[in-house]
């Protein structure tokens, strides 16, 4: 519970420095992150090598905006065990072999190693996208690509109220376990009673945040500032990293590199 | 100068299970004047505050802001006029960031966005948080999400400040710094408090307010020292005013 | 289960990213057009509300474990179809970016399979049938149950589509399905159980709140024709989904047909194989990704997929070769990465 609210605090207070990739152009760091993201799941079950140079990409950023590693590798780690549960099964029906280095392997490991590269790759940038940007920019970056207002200000006052609602579910939670000691979770009875309780009261909160909202002029219409134009140094972010993703994808590079190390030897 | 009097003449409101909340008020308040609302916990206070900012309509009565009639054709208006402060800052601070949150107003009033920002650094001065405009309204102490949510109101630069307990939930030197912001605005002021030393500080007069009713509405000094009208009303004199529980002083003399 | 990105294809993905985006624009439309603005801050709050609600542990009574709520079905009772689908797809947005609980990609199936099935399928059809009477406890209990049972054995049976539609597992159809139907049926009993037991609740302590959220929008009368223009919708894409699957893996349908004939002594498995491969040949534009092919096609497989150069590191030299280049390719990218934190570090030291 702590836990949960901890890491939207973290991602929140990196995303508020000042450094070059948190200067960027929210709406550029959304474009680049999505077009990584088509490249790297783009790539077949087999492809392997040609994967790998796209890991340049996060760690450029994450290295540039300064991002704490265990955290960033904490929330991978989150992310895998349901890549796994599914991508395990690879090895178990692939019993095709392929010789590697003189070992033996199925390429059911391979497709399985494949899945988990992605796996690390697509939450890594996803990750830094977050931290180097914040919700409130990336909202705005929504806008701007036409996601209707409705829903960007919903989306907004979702992530502004997870925190207040998430204490007070801690504090209800608390009480709860203080009566009843050794209990691990909440038991059938108070399911309906507890959460409903909690629901009759983020109920009540959302009146008085409407009401809030009404005394301030609202009438439907969510309006956010100016928002700041996109630069050249945003533009040529985005198109060097397009063109690096695009070279990647089309070129093998490692396996180039390798041929010519191994050929020399 | 009558433009910023706030006018409520045999006001009635029930609710829709039929409770009557309020039966019958009137009274009065004049530009400037700074006026305490208190009674018990049910005693209609709350519902009072609503139907002054139009969140509720009255069944009976009316309501008058300056020579303006409460209506829902005029309620933008008017709304204009009146900045509300709720009791929870949560409630008020909505948004993700203390600046956005400031000049939501502004910005719903269709300014420009040069003027938002020099409203918002004017507001933000006003309450001393300037420096909080970036934060996130997760990650303030109690006292500086009350001062934003004093300073969201303040940007819309109301005439008259509606405060719904102002004090509540702060340690004593936030509840020092929020009186001492109180005292310093020169807006017309209508707060509702369970806080009776606070209100006895900041309030030149008092409506006291019982089963709907008002109960008595005098100068401030004149109505804490009541003891048998706060009894009745469930309430208790400030504790500056009560006498010395050793030697039985009265240590505040109030004409 | 959120589907992540690593086990999709960008043609998955950006197929269920635009339809999802297009159900998202109606309910935006929906709702604005009801000049129902009093709904967005109760929006927000009720998303922030499941975000919470999905952190309690709810002990399941004679087992010893506990389950979780993912409150789809909950928003749609509660807010109506159009607003409970946007909220459910902020939680979900929120979710990717910050809890990397699927990802960006695979945000339009997440929220195809967790906000289409509980407001548009489970919604109108099971828990408005159940209650079109009246609200009693008894029929809410049973609406509120069997419907979020029923959304999440769809969106888990989306998942398993989903996910070999994309073909990047190996994983046959039908042992997907039997992996994964089971575990949402437990999944979902918890989700329904405590979805009716909120409800119930709500309803006896302010009924209010659920007779306004099922009287005065756009809800209460969602027309046949709308939900059947959803249903037409979603079989279209399940349809393609399936064909897609079916033209990239024949093996994985033929495994499950064994067992279905094998067990239910079906005597007609000619007629579907020669039906199925039929569709195949139809829809052969598709790529074929290269799923394990049966015994006699072992050979050929291999040969085109040696010809689409999708795999290339058949003979020894040139996997040697691979494995060379992308050691050296992560050692540069560490490199990289570390020449940068130092440099920044430096920096920042000067600065001071």
Redesign the interface.
């Known amino acids: 519970m702590n836990d949960a609210l901890h890491n939207i605090r973290i991602w929140d207070d990196l995303a508020r420095r000042q450094n070059a990739v948190n200067n960027l152009h929210p709406l550029v760091k959304l474009l680049t992150t999505i077009f990584y993201l088509i490249v790297v799941v783009s790539f077949g079950r087999y492809e392997i090598s040609s994967l790998l140079p796209l890991i340049f990409y996060p760690v450029v950023i994450f290295s540039l905006a300064e991002l704490p590693l265990g955290e960033v590798l904490k929330r991978i780690a989150w992310a895998m065990p349901f890549v796994i549960g599914i991508g395990i099964f690879n090895p178990v029906f692939d019993h095709q072999t392929v010789e590697l280095l003189g070992f033996t392997i199925s390429r059911g490991w391979l497709t399985f190693i494949s899945i988990l590269i992605k796996c690390v790759l697509t939450v890594a940038a996803g990750i830094l996208l977050v931290a180097t940007t914040g919700m409130e920019r990336l909202g705005a970056a929504l806008r701007m690509i036409r996601v209707p207002r409705v829903f960007v200000l919903q989306l907004l006052l979702t992530y502004r109220y997870i925190s207040v609602l998430g204490n007070e579910l801690a504090r209800m939670l608390r009480a709860y376990s203080l009566r009843a000691p050794g209990q691990k979770g909440i038991k059938r009875e108070a399911w309906g009673s507890l959460t409903g309780s909690l629901l009759l009261r983020s109920f009540d909160r959302a009146q008085r945040v409407y009401a809030a909202m009404c005394l301030r002029g609202f009438a439907g219409e969510y309006n956010s500032g100016a928002m700041a134009k996109i630069g050249a140094g945003d533009l040529g972010f985005l198109a060097g990293w397009s063109t690096f993703f695009i070279m990647a994808r089309l070129y093998d590079w490692p396996l180039w590199l390798g041929s010519l190390l191994t050929g020399v030897f | 100068m009558s433009h910023h009097k706030v006018e409520v003449s045999n006001l009635h409101f029930s609710y829709p299970d039929g409770h009557q909340a309020i039966r019958g008020m009137s009274f009065t308040i004049f530009h400037g004047e700074s006026v305490g609302v208190i009674g018990a916990n049910g005693a209609g206070k709350s519902t009072l505050l609503m139907l002054l900012m139009g969140i509720l309509f009255p069944d009976s009565g009316e309501i008058l802001v300056g020579d303006t009639r409460l209506t829902k054709k005029t309620l933008p208006m008017i709304r204009q006029r009146l900045g509300m402060v709720f009791q929870d800052p949560d409630d008020q601070l909505f948004m993700t960031t203390v600046g956005d949150d400031v000049a939501f107003g502004p910005r719903n009033y269709q300014l420009d966005e040069a003027e938002v920002e020099s409203r918002v650094i004017e507001a933000l001065t006003q309450v001393g948080i300037p420096h909080l405009k970036d934060r996130a309204p997760f990650k303030l102490s109690g006292g500086e999400k009350r001062a934003a949510a004093i300073a969201t109101v303040l940007s819309m630069r109301p005439d008259i400040l509606i405060m719904d307990e102002p004090t509540s939930f702060l340690d004593p030197q936030s509840r020092r710094r929020v009186m001492g912001l109180l005292k310093s605005f020169e807006h017309t002021k209508i707060i509702t408090s369970h806080d009776l030393d606070m209100v006895l500080e900041t309030c030149r007069r008092v409506i006291v307010i019982k089963d709907g009713l008002v109960a008595a509405d005098g100068p401030a000094g004149e109505i804490l020292k009541n003891q048998p009208l706060l009894d009745g009303c469930g309430l208790e004199m400030p504790l500056s005013l009560q006498s010395c529980p050793n030697c039985g002083a009265s240590k505040y003399e109030v004409e | 289960?959120?589907m992540?990105?690593?086990?999709?294809?960008?043609a998955v993905?950006?197929a269920m990213l635009a339809v999802t985006a297009g159900m998202?624009?109606y309910s935006?439309?929906k709702?604005?057009g009801d000049?129902d603005?009093?709904k967005?801050?109760?929006?927000?709050?009720?998303?922030?509300?499941v975000?919470?609600?999905q952190?309690?542990?709810?002990?399941?009574?004679a087992t010893g474990s506990?389950g979780h709520?993912g409150g789809g079905m909950l928003l749609a009772i509660?807010l109506g179809p159009y607003a409970g689908f946007?909220?459910m797809?902020?939680?979900l947005?929120?979710q990717?970016?910050?809890?990397?609980?699927g990802?960006?990609?695979a945000y339009g199936c997440n929220v195809f399979n967790l906000g289409f099935y509980t407001c548009f399928i489970a919604y109108p059809l099971i828990y408005k049938w159940f209650t079109h009477r009246g609200l009693t406890s008894k029929n809410i209990f049973w609406g509120a149950t069997i419907s979020a049972l029923i959304a999440l054995q769809l969106g888990a049976f989306s998942v398993v589509l989903e996910?070999l539609a994309s073909?990047?597992?190996?994983?046959?159809f039908a042992?997907?399905v039997l992996l994964m139907q089971p575990i949402h049926l437990a999944i979902g009993l918890v989700e329904g159980?405590?979805t009716?037991?909120?409800v119930?609740?709500?309803w006896k302590?302010?009924p209010?709140?659920l007779e306004k959220a099922a009287a005065g929008e756009a809800m209460g009368n969602i027309s046949i024709k709308k939900v059947l223009t959803g249903l037409v919708v979603a079989v279209v894409i399940v349809g393609g989904a399936l064909s897609w699957f079916a033209s990239s893996s024949p093996d994985g349908l033929e495994w499950s047909m064994e067992r279905i004939a094998g067990t239910a002594e079906l005597e007609a498995p000619a007629g579907i194989h020669q039906a199925l491969s039929d569709l195949q040949s139809k829809t052969a534009f598709m790529p074929d990704?290269?799923f394990?092919a049966s015994e006699e096609e072992?050979v050929e497989a291999?040969a085109a997929?040696e010809a689409a150069g999708?795999?290339?590191?058949?003979d020894?030299?040139?996997?040697?070769?691979?494995?060379?280049?992308?050691a050296?390719?992560?050692i540069?990218?560490?490199l990289?990465?570390?020449v940068?934190?130092l440099s920044?570090k430096k920096g920042s030291r000067a600065a001071a």
């Open positions: 289960m959120h992540a990105d690593a086990l999709i294809s960008p993905g950006g998202a624009a935006a439309k709702i604005s000049m603005e009093k967005i801050p109760l929006m927000g709050v009720m998303g922030a509300f975000f919470a609600a952190m309690i542990n709810f002990t399941i009574p506990s709520l509660l946007l909220t797809a902020s939680i947005l929120i990717a970016l910050f809890f990397g609980d990802g960006l990609l996910t073909g990047r597992t190996e994983l046959p042992s997907f159980l405590v009716a037991a909120v119930a609740f709500v302590a302010r209010e709140v990704y290269g394990k072992i291999a997929e999708t795999w290339p590191a058949v020894a030299g040139t996997s040697v070769a691979g494995l060379v280049g992308g050296l390719t992560l540069m990218a560490a990289i990465g570390y940068i934190s920044k």
